[in-house]
């Protein structure tokens, strides 16, 4: 059972347009939220995060919305650019249990901005 | 050193045989997490250290996998009797509380 969930497995963009790419989540004790940039043979980059208490984060190009009534999560890059092409994972954090180190991640999407 | 770091890079194993993938977390990061990342899906959650001791290892598969973390820096991940299912890229993490900073991950294959 996903309990994060990237439902666009890829996004194509042009270059100097806006990039978002959505997560949805199941699980109502998740009370943080990260967004990790991977590319090829390295391993996740910390980009992003939000904490449940707010519902927007911005750092430079890149703004993360939270929604938590619908449970949704997207991050804005804006503009985009070709180096932001990379697999973007979603990830959450609980606070149940004193679980509030465990990531859960999504299955990524992979962003492809073209020039 | 400035980063995680985990050796070794590429690990091609015959099934049934033991490994063992070494993690050297941020120096003065507490924390230390393993992940397993097998492919088309994210990272998926194994253990957790906090210091020496394997605070949370719920998300080891089997009794096949255990991890170690003796002096609170490095951690190995040890898996015996190697299976074609293991085959995965295995991620290593350390934190001081904050976002965990990722190594670049050992791809283990089975064969």
């Known amino acids: 059972d996903q309990q994060v969930k990237q439902n666009s497995p890829s996004l194509s963009v042009q270059e100097g347009r806006i990039s978002i790419l959505n997560c949805d989540y199941t699980n109502s004790m998740f009370d943080y939220f990260l967004w990790y940039k991977k590319y090829p043979a390295e391993g996740p980059t910390f980009l992003i995060s939000i904490s449940s208490i707010k519902d927007k984060n911005e750092d430079g190009r890149f703004t993360v919305f939270l929604n938590k009534s619908a449970k949704h999560l997207s991050l804005h890059i804006v503009p985009s650019q070709p180096g932001d092409s990379a697999v973007y994972f979603c990830a959450a954090r609980g606070n149940s249990g004193g679980s509030n180190y465990k990531l859960t991640f999504g299955k990524g999407t992979l962003l492809t901005v073209n020039p | 050193g400035a980063g995680v770091s985990q050796t070794p890079s590429n690990k091609v194993t015959e099934k049934g045989k033991y490994v063992e993938l070494r993690c050297d977390p941020i120096?003065?990061?507490?924390?230390l997490y393993w992940y397993r990342q097998s492919l088309g899906q994210g990272p998926e959650f194994l253990i957790y250290f906090q210091g020496t001791g394997a605070a949370d290892d719920s998300g080891l598969p089997n009794d096949r996998f255990f991890a170690v973390r003796p002096e609170g820096s490095v951690s190995t991940l040890k898996i015996q009797r190697t299976e074609r299912g293991d085959s995965a890229v295995y991620l290593c993490a350390s934190s001081l509380g904050g976002e965990a900073f990722f190594g670049q991950g050992t791809r283990l294959t089975v064969v």
């Open positions: 120096s003065g990061h507490t924390a």
